[in-house]
T-cell receptor
Framework: QKEVEQNSGPLSVPEGAIASLNCTYS??????FFWYRQYSGKSPELIMS????GDKEDGRFTAQLNKASQYVSLLIRDSQPSDSATYLC??????????????FGGGTRVLVKP | NAGVTQTPKFQVLKTGQSMTLQCAQD?????MYWYRQDPGMGLRLIYY???????DKGEVPNGYNVSRLNKREFSLRLESAAPSQTSVYFC????????????????FGDGTRLSIL
């Protein structure tokens, strides 16, 4: 089992619909969780961070964390063609403590069709 | 607002050549990182520096060396390049949020696309 796992996709979503992305992680003691967006040929860009169980909303993005089930998800509401990108889940795994190392999932490619 | 600056943006090397990738950040961040990204492999940590004067191996350090020159700069060196090191290399930096070491979102440079023939 990979330490941070994501479905590689592509996740095809009609414009205006909700895109739902999931990420599971292996270390129950992990504390910090991040979602990055990466356009083709570009660098990863931080879009959300979450640290507590529950939901965190920022504009059209909602991150959801369930530490008991060891998953974190990202919802993109009212999806736009400009949301077409690869979304990377990153986790600060306690087992790799040094406090500041992140382990990245392989990413989910999202395609929003007009 | 430069953020994290990487040079060069593109480079082609021959097998056996050496090269240093440069990275500088102007955000006064303590920690810096080097990753490589290959298709289907995601981002893999090569080396990192938790603070000025310290460096540690990441997941895939073989064939690389690093230098944390000062708080701003963190360089990655390939001593004898191999075709397996063809990749996109990203530098990143971070600083604890709210004094929590585990709460350190990383900020990335634009990457260096390196091809080794």
């Amino acid at each position: 089992q990979k330490e941070v796992e994501q479905n590689s996709g592509p996740l095809s979503v009609p414009e205006g619909a909700i895109a739902s992305l999931n990420c599971t992680y292996s270390d129950r003691g992990s504390q910090s969780f991040f979602w990055y967006r990466q356009y083709s040929g570009k660098s990863p860009e931080l879009i959300m961070s979450i640290y507590s169980n529950g939901d965190k909303e920022d504009g059209r993005f909602t991150a959801q964390l369930n530490k008991a089930s060891q998953y974190v998800s990202l919802l993109i509401r009212d999806s736009q063609p400009s949301d077409s990108a690869t979304y990377l889940c990153a986790v600060n795994l306690l087992i790799k403590a040094a406090g500041n190392k992140l382990t990245f999932g392989g990413g989910t490619r999202v395609l929003v069709k007009p | 607002n430069a953020g994290v600056t990487q040079t060069p943006k593109f480079q082609v090397l021959k097998t056996g050549q050496s090269m240093t990738l440069q990275c500088a950040q102007d955000m006064n961040h303590n920690s810096m990182y080097w990753y490589r990204q290959d298709p289907g492999m995601g981002l893999r940590l090569i080396y990192y520096s938790a603070s000025e004067g310290t460096t540690d191996k990441g997941e895939v350090p073989n064939g690389y060396n690093v230098s944390r020159l000062n708080k701003r700069e963190f360089s990655l060196r390939l001593e004898s390049a191999a075709p397996s090191q063809t990749s996109v290399y990203f530098c990143a930096s971070s600083v604890p949020q709210h004094r929590d070491p585990s709460n350190q979102p990383q900020h990335f440079g634009d990457g260096t696309r390196l091809s080794i023939l």
